[in-house]
């Protein structure tokens, strides 16, 4: 008696059955990109704690390699401590990015939906002063914005600001616009829903997740704008930590002590990995959510 064999694609099906392909990929990538951000932002938390040294008085030799006399990553021209300038450096770094990019979605995502949200001339004014601030490098204009109002902190956080919130602007106002010409949207506006209540409970929602997107995907970007800023002089003034500034100080002792200015090279390029794989994650999983 013939006995039927299973077709290709009835075999395809039971290979999968009985070997199912694990998921490794998706959900694991997910959890170890969160946790990166989450030992970060401890770390940048913890840093009074985990700092062995105080990162603005001079602790031992100069120039002592990294493992001699306890510093795990030496000391610098003046004998500072290099780890503990880096953890400064770090959290200083770390948080500041995080701050540009609440500002920016904030302002950028207001104007986003204001403009999708009324459209007629509010839309074209607001687009139009968007693209002027696209209009103009961004790099530059936050160079000049700094050389404006000085060197420090919170005036590199202002200039990073400024040329950050179009991108938002621009993402949120086209989700926007997209989303009003959805079926829901055109009956709740039918049956007498408010401006104020349809931007906030219709359109709002849905273009919160790209914009999220958008902006983790920014972290990395913004650290090395950030690093960028204080390594040509325009972050804070000596002897504060900053990762770019520390490096640019020290590039003189490349050559012989090549660990005073790669260290806290080191440390951004870490931060904006972190930064870039949290992005990627975050994209994944809104994509398979």
Same mark, same amino acid.
């Given at each position: 008696? %013939?006995?039927?064999?299973?077709?290709?694609?009835?075999?395809?099906?039971?290979?999968?059955?009985?070997?199912?392909? =694990?998921?490794?990929?998706?959900?694991?990538?997910?959890?170890?990109?969160?946790?990166?951000?989450?030992?970060?932002?401890?770390?940048?938390?913890?840093?009074?704690?985990?700092?062995?040294? +105080? =990162?603005?008085?001079?602790?031992?030799?100069?120039?002592?390699?990294?493992?001699?006399?306890?510093?795990?990553?030496?000391?610098?021209?003046?004998?500072?401590?290099?780890?503990?300038?880096?953890?400064?450096?770090?959290?200083?770094?770390?948080?500041?990015?995080?701050?540009?990019?609440?500002?920016?979605?904030?302002?950028?995502?207001?104007?986003?939906?204001?403009?999708?949200?009324?459209?007629?001339?509010?839309?074209?004014?607001?687009?139009?002063?968007? +693209?002027?601030?696209? %209009?103009? =490098?961004? =790099?530059?204009?936050?160079?000049?914005?700094?050389?404006?109002?000085?060197?420090?902190?919170?005036?590199?956080?202002?200039?990073?600001?400024?040329?950050?919130?179009?991108?938002?602007?621009?993402?949120?106002?086209?989700?926007?616009?997209?989303?009003? %010409?959805?079926?829901?949207?055109?009956?709740?506006?039918?049956?007498?829903?408010?401006?104020?209540?349809?931007?906030?409970?219709?359109?709002?929602?849905?273009?919160?997740?790209?914009?999220?997107?958008?902006?983790?995907? +920014?972290?990395?970007?913004?650290?090395?704008?950030?690093?960028?800023?204080?390594?040509?002089?325009?972050?804070?003034?000596?002897? %504060?930590?900053?990762?770019?500034? +520390?490096?640019?100080?020290?590039?003189?002792?490349?050559?012989?002590?090549?660990?005073?200015?790669?260290?806290?090279?080191?440390?951004?390029?870490?931060?904006?990995?972190?930064?870039?794989?949290?992005?990627?994650?975050?994209?994944?999983?809104?994509?398979?959510?």
């Amino acid at each position: 008696m %013939a006995v039927a064999l299973p077709t290709a694609p009835l075999l395809a099906q039971r290979g999968r059955r009985l070997l199912p392909l =694990p998921r490794f990929g998706s959900a694991t990538a997910n959890w170890i990109g969160f946790s990166l951000v989450l030992v970060v932002t401890m770390i940048a938390v913890a840093v009074p704690v985990l700092a062995p040294h +105080d =990162p603005l008085l001079p602790v031992g030799m100069p120039l002592q390699a990294p493992g001699r006399n306890g510093f795990l990553l030496g000391t610098d021209s003046v004998g500072r401590d290099i780890l503990s300038r880096v953890l400064y450096g770090v959290r200083s770094s770390w948080f500041a990015a995080l701050v540009v990019v609440a500002v920016g979605l904030f302002i950028g995502g207001l104007v986003g939906l204001i403009a999708g949200t009324a459209g007629g001339w509010l839309d074209s004014l607001l687009m139009r002063i968007t +693209d002027g601030f696209l %209009a103009l =490098p961004a =790099p530059v204009l936050a160079i000049a914005v700094v050389a404006a109002l000085g060197p420090g902190f919170v005036h590199t956080l202002i200039a990073v600001s400024i040329v950050w919130w179009p991108f938002y602007a621009r993402l949120v106002r086209g989700e926007v616009a997209r989303l009003a %010409a959805r079926p829901h949207v055109e009956a709740a506006k039918l049956a007498g829903v408010g401006r104020f209540r349809l931007a906030g409970r219709h359109l709002l929602p849905g273009a919160v997740p790209n914009a999220l997107v958008a902006a983790s995907l +920014d972290i990395g970007a913004l650290i090395l704008t950030l690093a960028a800023l204080s390594f040509l002089g325009l972050g804070q003034p000596q002897p %504060a930590p900053e990762l770019g500034a +520390d490096s640019a100080r020290n590039l003189s002792f490349f050559l012989q002590q090549w660990w005073v200015p790669v260290m806290p090279g080191l440390g951004v390029l870490l931060l904006a990995l972190v930064g870039n794989i949290s992005g990627d994650c975050l994209r994944n999983l809104i994509k398979t959510s």
